[in-house]
């Protein structure tokens, strides 16, 4: 979960360890389900584009849970995971 602080900050928290549920039904290179995936939810209208330091504190966030597990191809946005979503 990221969210802005009253400071302007963007920070983001770990809000669940283990199986979140948060996938939803959908899929993505032979991916189907929360049992193998790790989900980012940003706090966001989505009439704005999204402001450039949370996509920098997004691209932290994956790039240090990718580390030494799978490489930047495998990161995928909401709709690509579930496009009629």
């Given at each position: ?7 302007g ?11 979140a ?41 994956h ?23």
């Open positions: 979960l990221q969210s802005r602080e009253g400071n900050d963007d920070i983001f928290y770990v809000v669940a360890a283990g199986r549920n948060h996938a939803g039904s959908g899929g993505w290179r032979g991916l189907s389900g929360n049992a193998s995936v790790i989900g980012l939810e940003i706090e966001h209208t989505g009439v704005d584009p999204l402001p450039e330091g949370r996509q920098r504190l997004a691209a932290r966030f790039a240090a849970m990718a580390r030494g597990r799978w490489d930047a191809g495998m990161v995928c946005q909401h709709r690509e995971w579930a496009p009629d979503r």
